[in-house]
């Protein structure tokens, strides 16, 4: 199962017991307990995705933040305009409350992004609790939503991106980090493609071993591998999250 819902644990949030909660929705569905709540963080009222207690996607819900992003590994995917200023099809895989693509969908508005969301109840759950419903005409027009398992998808099509990305999520399980799957991502990756990938482990010791594995693997597969830290000021031995970021280079579609 690859996709599923997204995000992973932002390591900035910390809630207290002055912190005012709200829960507004709780639904057992096969992959959790969803809950969706209301807190004020830091002067902000703030709209938490969660899943079996994992904070999952979130959205401010003042107006005028309403496409901000909160989470810091969410802002670091902007890297990728940095490197392909041109981008124009992206893939999002695990949509979670529809946070990234939001803002996308307002920042790039020449650009379009396909969204591979595992389950039903969450795309619903957006619309109603997190202002998906609420998308302007041009917005509606440049997204597209995909209720389905990524790998398979990813079989059955061969469509093409600028840009994938991996954030998928089921509770606090990573899904679509097998060796397989990166092949499956260059494949559809158009020539100059960027892959990214929000990965949870620790920096350094035994709690580091997957993230090294993993920068491993895509060395394999990519010409140029970065990784990027979301908190310096996270203890290197304490899980947070990190965005994996493999290119290829323009002209080639990945390693041979």
Same mark, same amino acid.
């Given at each position: ?10 390591? !900035?949030?910390?809630?207290?017991g002055n912190m005012q909660k709200k829960v507004i929705h709780t639904e057992n569905t096969p992959y959790g307990l969803i809950e969706i709540e209301d807190r004020m ?9 969660? !899943? ?8 401010? #819900? ?8 909160? @989470? ?8 990728? @305009?940095?490197? *392909? ?6 893939? #999002?895989? $695990? ?6 693509p939001k803002y996308y969908l307002e920042h790039h508005r020449r650009s379009r992004i396909t969204v591979i969301e595992l389950s039903q109840t969450v795309i619903d ?5 997190? *202002? =998906? ?9 440049? #997204?597209?939503?995909?209720? %389905?398992?990524?790998?398979?998808? =990813? ?5 093409? @991106? ?23 991502? !260059? ?17 350094? $010791?035994? $709690? ?6 993993? %920068? ?9 591998? &970065? ?17 994996? &970021? ?11």
């Open positions: 199962m690859l996709s599923g819902i997204s995000s992973g644990i932002p390591s !900035v949030i910390c809630y207290n963080i830091y002067g902000d009222m703030i709209r938490f995705l969660m !899943v079996d207690g994992n904070p999952e996607s979130a959205m401010y #819900l003042d107006d005028e933040k309403k496409y901000d992003l909160l @989470f810091p590994y969410m802002q670091r995917f902007s890297y990728a @305009f940095v490197c *392909r200023p041109e981008i124009r099809n992206t893939l #999002l895989i $695990g949509g979670g409350a529809f946070s990234y759950l957006s619309k109603k609790y997190f *202002r =998906l419903d609420e998308l302007d005409i041009e917005q509606k027009s440049n #997204l597209r939503i995909v209720c %389905e398992d990524a790998f398979t998808w =990813l079989k059955d099509t061969d469509e093409k @991106f600028d840009w994938i990305i991996n954030d998928a999520f089921i509770g606090d399980q990573m899904q679509g980090r097998q060796p397989s799957f990166l092949m499956e991502v !260059v494949s559809h990756l158009n020539p100059g493609g960027i892959y990214m990938e929000n990965h949870v482990s620790a920096r350094s $010791g035994f $709690g580091a071993r997957s993230l090294y594995r993993r %920068e491993k693997q895509m060395q394999e597969y990519f010409d140029s591998v &970065t990784k990027i830290i979301c908190d310096e000021d996270v203890s290197r031995f304490r899980r947070q999250n990190f965005v994996l &970021t493999g290119i290829l280079q323009e002209g080639t579609d990945g390693k041979d």
